[in-house]
């Protein structure tokens, strides 16, 4: 027999409990999504900050010689 949380006092732990905000596969999707998202972004900005680094480096020492 299910809990019905309309019957419950509004701000009662009971009712929090019986009341689920978000499904647990929400929960998971969401997790998942944002590590790929993650992934996604270091996997294209390392590369970009790294010829950054050697630019800056190149640019130094170019202006060393001269």
Avoid: T
């Avoid at 009662?12 to 689920?20: G, L, P, Q, T, Y």
């Avoid at 010829?51 to 001269?66: E, N």
């Amino acid at each position: 027999m299910a809990i019905n949380p309309e019957v419950m006092p509004p701000h009662s732990s009971m009712r929090r409990k019986a009341v689920k905000p978000l499904p647990k596969w929400l929960i998971f999707a969401g997790g998942g999504l944002g590590v790929l998202f993650v992934v996604h972004l270091l996997k294209n900005l390392l590369p970009l900050l790294g010829m950054g680094l050697l630019l800056a480096f190149i640019f130094s020492q170019a202006k060393k010689a001269a």
